[in-house]
């Protein structure tokens, strides 16, 4: 009588210790701290890519007003589509990519630049 309740309570107590079988989780933490990854991105290799800084255009050349009527100027801060290319593209400053999608807007509704792409 005592083989059977050591046996019973053995077997209900290990679920609870050891938990889901199945799971992996103990795999990952015995594997220990990962490698270095290389330097250069996934495809390892040589030296790390250097992204430069982007200055803002307007600052640079001191241009405190976009004006709507310089369309030429407006037409390189515009897409293929039609899009008022966004400021991490551009590296336009806030104030000026403000001012800029205003004038965009400004000349788009007179007429001198195109609300969609030409197809």
Same mark, same amino acid.
């Given at each position: 009588m005592a083989d059977e309740t050591n046996s019973t309570?053995? =077997? *209900?107590? =290990?679920? *609870?210790?050891g938990g889901y079988q199945g799971s992996n989780s103990g795999e990952r933490s015995s594997s220990g701290p990962r490698p270095p990854r290389p330097a250069g991105g996934p495809g390892g290799g040589g030296?790390?890519?250097f992204r430069r800084k982007k200055v803002c255009? @307007?600052? /640079? #050349?001191k241009i405190d007003q976009i004006s709507y009527r310089d369309v030429r100027l407006l037409?390189? @801060? /515009? $897409? #293929? %589509?039609? !899009?008022?290319?966004? %400021? %991490?593209?551009t590296g336009v400053c806030t104030t000026h990519q403000r001012q800029l999608s205003q004038a965009i !807007?400004? *000349? %788009?509704?007179? $007429?001198?630049?195109? @609300? $969609? *792409?030409k197809f």
């Open positions: 309570s053995t =077997a *209900a107590s =290990a679920p *609870a210790q030296r790390k890519f255009k @307007f600052c /640079v #050349e037409q390189q @801060f /515009v $897409a #293929e %589509r039609g !899009k008022i290319t966004p %400021r %991490r593209l !807007k400004q *000349a %788009r509704n007179i $007429a001198l630049l195109p @609300f $969609a *792409a």
